[in-house]
Every structure is written in structure tokens, then in C-alpha cells.
């Protein structure tokens, strides 16, 4: 699976929308990416995933360049709760290959605040 | 998504014992994963649980040291055997639902003294 690269941390004013950026410039064709959430000491969240087009559902957007080599993941209006830490992880599907395994790397920690 | 529990959501071992930590799912899956994070870490994945097969380890990570049953459809335990501290982390099993993505548990917090 392709690498990505995400910062090590960021703030966000709550209500404000926050935006997460994500390089993974060696992605491969048949390679989703990945969002994933790990709020203090929980198992992780998945929140959305896409392969070349836009995707939207009720946590959050998620935005694809045209190269795929990079992506933003977008909270709308960010609350004191979404303070966690985002993964960004890309992977082939499993129904056609790489056997569904995750591979998380350090992720940005999201800071929300007052 | 499904429900997914836990057991223990934590503990407190012995240096040299075992602990076996259970993992239930609300609906029958396929494809089950243990994953640790060590303190501070991201997580990393120990080994895949298939129903009806032999679990497939990662590097680094043995079946003497952490055997995997998968009985049924629901349910799968992890055993960390002989455990000393550097064990200490959070264990969390996932499952493979819809749409090929993973959902995971609360995770099991183990300090080994």
C-alpha cells in the first residue's frame, strides 16, 4: 500500500470548518484512501473513504485531487469532540486484493478549541 | 456499521501470566484483525482471523505468543502469553463489514507490571 504523509498536529476554532490534508503522491490506480479517527484512548473511527471522486456523508466531505496524489478531509463545522487524532490511510480493496489490511501511520492530531 | 465488543475493557497483569481478551460482534463477519497500539503509538496489526481457517500472523508477531481461536462468525479471542511489560498496550479487533471497511472495537488496555 502507498505511503501517505499527514502533519503531526493542527488546531481548528470550533465551528469553524477543518481541513485535513494528506499527501500519498505514489498511489496506485485500484488504492482507496482511507479516513479513519482515534478520539483519546478509543478504538478508531472510520469516517469515509473514496477513490477518484468527491465523497460527502453526514461526518464529513472528503476531497480528491485529479492526481489522486493528495486529498483534504473536510469536518464542516468542527466541535470540541472531534479533538482526535486522523489517519489518512490508503489501501487496495479488498474485494480484489491486499487482503483488507489497514496500515496505520502517525495521523494529525486535531486540536478544536473555544 | 455493528456492534462490537470487549472483554476486559482493561487489566492489570502479572509479569509471566496470560490474559485472554474476547472480541463480539453483533452480526456474523468474515474477516476479523487484532491490532495493538503501544503507548504513544499508532496501531499495528498482529494477525487476520478468518472463520475456518488459521489465523495469518504479521511480522514480528507469533502464534506462541499471541494464539488466536475463531470459533464462530461472531466471536474471536486473543491470548498474550507470558506477558512482561513491554506488552503494555491497547488491543482492538476490527471486522470487515458492507462495503469492504473495517470497523473496530473499544479496544483492551493491559499494563503488565
Known amino acids: 500500500d502507498a505511503k501517505t504523509t499527514q502533519p503531526t498536529s493542527m488546531d481548528c476554532a470550533e465551528g469553524r470548518a477543518a481541513n485535513l490534508p494528506c499527501n500519498h503522491s505514489?498511489?496506485?490506480?485500484?488504492?482507496?484512501v482511507y479516513w479513519y479517527r482515534q478520539i483519546h484512548s478509543q478504538g478508531p473511527q472510520y469516517i469515509i473513504h473514496g477513490l477518484k471522486n468527491n465523497e460527502t456523508n453526514e461526518m464529513a466531505s472528503l476531497i480528491i485531487t485529479e492526481d489522486r496524489k493528495s486529498s483534504t478531509l473536510i469536518l464542516p463545522h468542527a466541535t470540541l469532540r472531534d479533538t482526535a487524532v486522523y489517519y489518512c490511510?490508503?489501501?487496495?480493496?479488498?474485494?480484489?486484493?491486499?487482503?483488507?489490511?489497514?496500515?496505520f501511520g502517525t495521523g494529525t492530531q486535531l486540536k478544536v478549541e473555544l | 456499521s455493528a456492534v462490537i465488543s470487549q472483554k476486559p475493557s482493561r487489566d492489570i497483569c502479572q509479569r509471566g501470566t496470560s490474559l485472554t481478551i474476547q472480541c463480539q460482534v453483533d452480526?456474523?463477519?468474515?474477516?476479523m484483525f487484532w491490532y495493538r497500539q503501544q503507548p504513544g503509538q499508532s496501531l499495528t496489526l498482529i494477525a487476520t482471523a478468518n472463520q475456518g481457517s488459521e489465523a495469518t500472523y504479521e511480522s514480528g508477531f507469533v502464534i506462541d505468543k499471541f494464539p488466536i481461536s475463531r470459533p464462530n462468525l461472531t466471536f474471536s479471542t486473543l491470548t498474550v502469553s507470558n506477558m512482561s511489560p513491554e506488552d503494555s498496550s491497547i488491543y482492538l479487533c476490527?471486522?470487515?463489514?458492507?462495503?469492504?471497511?473495517?470497523?473496530f472495537g473499544p479496544g483492551t488496555r493491559l499494563t503488565v507490571l
Open positions: 490511510i490508503v489501501r487496495v480493496d479488498g474485494l480484489t486484493g491486499g487482503g483488507n489490511k489497514l496500515t
Open positions: 452480526s456474523q463477519v468474515t474477516m
Open positions: 476490527s471486522v470487515v463489514l458492507g462495503t469492504d471497511t473495517q470497523y
Open positions: 505514489t498511489i496506485s490506480g485500484n488504492e482507496y
